[in-house]
């Protein structure tokens, strides 16, 4: 195979097949000399896993395989990145040594199940779920269904992660889930966080609706360890540093997560970790031939895919206009939206950038749950998602 690219996109995911899509149709010039890193076979739709988790979308309907979704003009290197020296300007993928012009890291997040004691080997088993894995979402809906009795426990971490509200999503839909089976079952949330949302406006109705639903939640509340045989949940308060054991039938776990390990001694990342990139115009803020996007970026915005599909068309400007050696001059100005699921068939749609402040696209009030909303991102999203995202379309 060929060893040197023009362009290297590094992950084959929402931000790395977009980017590749959208450049190659705006740079005809680019065709086979853009390189896509990925090992995965399969490319996933993450944001319907919560809706699997609670029993209101198909798991099978959230992925395709991977080469069906790299765009025509595009090289696939099935192989995972092992390292960047962003001096020599190459990348090394399993035993594969690639130079290149330009560099696009879209590696996404990394999960750690295994800063919560116990968890790792308590998933899947005793009522011991997660909507971050694959393999495990479908495990979520069923133990849903078998739980008569006793706490459903929601939990958040306080790191940054990818999908912020997919708890939420869940804890609501399983709330209405429990009255409509009127059930026996208490539903809890517990986040690491200081707020429930860090906008206002939607922190506001958040609050309104974990009131008028009866929800007991508690800030400030980290998940430290699983006893799954025992069915207990350990929660250190991250101000008084006071543990809780509370007992669950099921127990619905957001894992701490971070940037890619695989850069640590690339030179590329930030003292917490993510990728170090101007957050306007998404260029390194030491190597002027490296971008990045998404969840493996510093952009200091919620790590969404609505994140991305505004990322998207601000890094390809930049990226051309450094191609031609001009200075970036598109900006981004953090806009991400996340969806918040108050019941099934209602949702919140919060909308917002940088400054915090609503952003809203719609002339209602997006903070109210609305059905249109819900069926926006149940049937809506998924199609935009395949058939214009992933072509390159913002
Ligand atoms: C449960 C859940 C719910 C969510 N809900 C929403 C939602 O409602 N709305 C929304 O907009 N977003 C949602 N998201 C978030 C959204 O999916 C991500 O923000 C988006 O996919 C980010 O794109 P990315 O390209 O940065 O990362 P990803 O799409 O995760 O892609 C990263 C890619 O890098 C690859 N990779 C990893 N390591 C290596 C390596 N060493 N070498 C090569 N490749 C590698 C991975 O295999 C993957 O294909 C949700 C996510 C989850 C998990």
């Not at 208490?186 to 206002?200: N, P, Y």
Request: neutral net charge; contains cysteine; glycine residues 6%.
């Amino acid at each position: 195979m060929r060893k040197h690219y023009k362009l290297v996109i590094l992950g084959g995911g929402t931000g790395g097949i977009s980017t590749a899509s959208r450049i190659l149709s705006k740079k005809k010039d680019l065709k086979d000399d853009v390189l896509i890193i990925e090992p995965d076979d399969y490319h996933y739709f993450q944001p319907a896993w919560p809706l699997v988790g609670s029993g209101d979308e198909k798991l099978d309907s959230t992925w395709k395989p991977m080469k069906k979704v790299i765009p025509k003009g595009a090289c696939w290197l099935q192989a995972a990145v092992k390292n960047v020296d962003p001096v020599k300007r190459e990348v090394t993928a399993d035993d594969t040594l690639i130079s290149y012009d330009f560099l696009i890291v879209a590696l996404g997040i990394e999960l750690n199940y295994d800063a919560i004691k116990g968890a790792r080997e308590s998933l899947g088993h005793n009522g011991v779920c997660t909507n971050y894995l694959y393999n495990l979402v479908e495990y979520t809906y069923e133990s849903l269904k078998n739980t008569k009795s006793g706490n459903i426990i929601v939990t958040k971490p306080e790191a940054k992660i990818k999908g912020g509200v997919s708890a939420e999503n869940s804890l609501f839909t399983m709330d209405d889930f429990i009255k409509q089976q009127d059930r026996n079952v208490d539903i809890m949330f517990r986040s690491g966080r200081e707020e429930l949302f860090e906008v206002k406006k939607y922190n506001d109705s958040l609050i309104s609706q974990m009131e008028e639903k009866h929800i007991d939640y508690k800030l400030n509340e980290e998940l430290i360890e699983v006893k799954g045989k025992q069915k207990q949940a350990v929660f250190k308060n991250t101000y008084t540093g006071e543990t809780h054991t509370i007992p669950f039938e099921m127990l619905v776990i957001t894992p701490p997560m971070h940037g890619p390990s695989v850069l640590k001694k690339s030179g590329l990342l930030d003292q917490e970790g993510w990728v170090d990139v101007d957050k306007h115009t998404m260029m390194h803020k030491k190597y002027t031939t490296v971008f990045s996007l998404g969840d493996s970026s510093s952009l200091p915005t919620v790590k969404m895919g609505a994140a991305v599909r505004k990322q998207l068309p601000v890094l390809v400007d930049n990226l051309i206009e450094r191609m031609n050696d001009q200075e970036p001059t598109h900006k981004y100005d953090g806009r991400t939206a996340c969806p918040i699921a108050t019941e099934y068939g209602e949702l919140i749609l919060a909308e917002f950038g940088y400054d915090r402040k609503p952003k809203e696209t719609t002339f209602l009030n997006q903070a109210d749950d609305k059905m249109i909303f819900y069926q926006f991102k149940k049937n809506m999203l998924p199609i935009m998602y395949w058939y214009a995202l992933l072509k390159g379309k913002s």
